[in-house]
């Protein structure tokens, strides 16, 4: 994934996911999700109908053969956008529709929003994360959901706006790659793949290596959703710690999301008191620009608790970032002087935009632990 402000904006997270699609095959009352519906891969389906849910071999729209004219974005918004006009999963406005306890909806296509349910990745024109929340305290800290949403002020912007993948590429090699653009499809594979959300283990132009998060993953409408964006774990609950090294994916979201957002965001992924040194947080990892990071990958070792050995955690890139993008702002006087990787910064003296898909106003997202 890339990070990029509403206009050019990329932000250093990871994201990710807990990114989802759902999709729908028309105006009908059918529902499917990313698991069972368009999106799903033909390659044994020997009369494979969901083709034209999509596509038309002889009038296509675009050079892609789409039902419908315009920009990737736009078809997917057909189904995913505002009002939820194909799918409950309007990632759009960050809403799910149908209701947490009514599985994806009832009537499908238009259908108003039966209770108010948050997108667990935030959306991309407007979210509910409710930035403002004064709850506090380690372990019991939370972060909830608005009754209404609320225009994004930072985003992945798939609206074909170019911006820099901040830390991407081999130790030493810059603040990131420059003039990247991304769509739907950049993350997600629209024909399926069998992966959780249909995310690709590549993201289309990273450089990563790949990482593939097993659709094993709850897949009812409330996990599509969360009524605690601090808590981002399936239900709330953490998996057990495996204390040993073990990170079979498929365990712990957070560590599979860091995983697979740090296939764009390279440089950005640590872990607390790694047995690898060169994973650790708090080393050098030799980079004159991201030196030190924060721990990230929602997994470590740990000496500090009984026993010692390998941990997972909430340090993650989804706890304190949003994946599609995020209604905080930063008008505090201080985001004026909160440089870009690069060192440059934007729109001085009050840069709303510089926002990051943090989840908190004012970069409060970090008293949700420092609060001591």
Not at 126 to 149: C, F, N, W
Not at 185 to 192: D, F, M, Q, R, V
Not at 218 to 225: L, R, S
């Amino acid at each position: 994934m890339r990070n990029m402000r509403k206009t050019t904006l990329f932000v250093g997270i990871v994201a990710g996911i807990a990114i989802a699609l759902l999709a729908g095959l028309g105006t009908s009352t059918q529902t499917a999700s990313a698991d069972a519906g368009p999106h799903v891969d033909t390659g044994t389906d020997s009369t494979p109908d969901k083709c034209a849910s999509c596509h038309r071999i002889h009038t296509g729209q675009n050079e892609y053969l789409l039902k419908e004219a315009g920009s990737e974005t736009d078809f997917c918004y057909s189904c995913h956008g505002t009002g939820g006009p194909g799918s409950d999963l309007a990632a759009q406005e960050g809403t799910l529709y149908g209701g947490a306890g009514d599985p994806y909806g009832d009537p499908y296509g238009g259908k108003t929003e039966l209770a108010t349910v948050g997108l667990r990745a935030g959306g991309f024109d407007a979210a509910r994360i409710d930035t403002t929340d004064p709850s506090a305290g380690y372990g019991s800290a939370a972060i909830g959901v608005l009754a209404t949403t609320e225009t994004v002020v930072s985003n992945h912007a798939i609206d074909g706006t170019a911006g820099t993948t901040w830390g991407s590429g081999p130790i030493g090699s810059g603040a990131g790659e420059p003039s990247v653009t991304l769509g739907c499809g950049s993350c997600h594979n629209p024909h399926g793949n069998g992966q959780y959300r249909i995310l690709r283990p590549v993201p289309v132009g990273a450089p990563g290596a790949g990482y593939a998060i097993p659709d094993t993953y709850p897949k009812a409408a409330a996990d599509y959703a969360t009524p605690d964006y601090l808590n981002m774990y399936f239900g709330g609950v953490a998996p057990a710690n495996p204390i040993v090294d073990d990170r079979t994916p498929g365990v712990s979201i957070l560590m599979d999301t860091s995983a697979w957002c740090a296939q764009c965001h390279t440089r950005y992924l640590a872990e607390h008191h790694a047995a690898d040194p060169a994973d650790a947080s708090r080393e050098d990892s030799g980079d004159p620009i991201f030196t030190y990071r924060h721990t990230s990958s929602g997994y470590g070792y740990s000496s500090y608790r009984d026993p010692a050995g390998f941990k997972f955690n909430n340090r993650a890139c989804i706890t304190c970032h949003a994946s599609h993008g995020s209604n905080a702002s930063m008008p505090g006087p201080a985001s004026s002087s909160v440089e870009w990787p690069d060192g440059s910064v934007v729109n001085p003296p009050n840069d709303l935009e510089r926002a990051s898909l943090l989840k908190m106003d004012n970069r409060g997202i970090c008293l949700k632990c420092h609060n001591e």
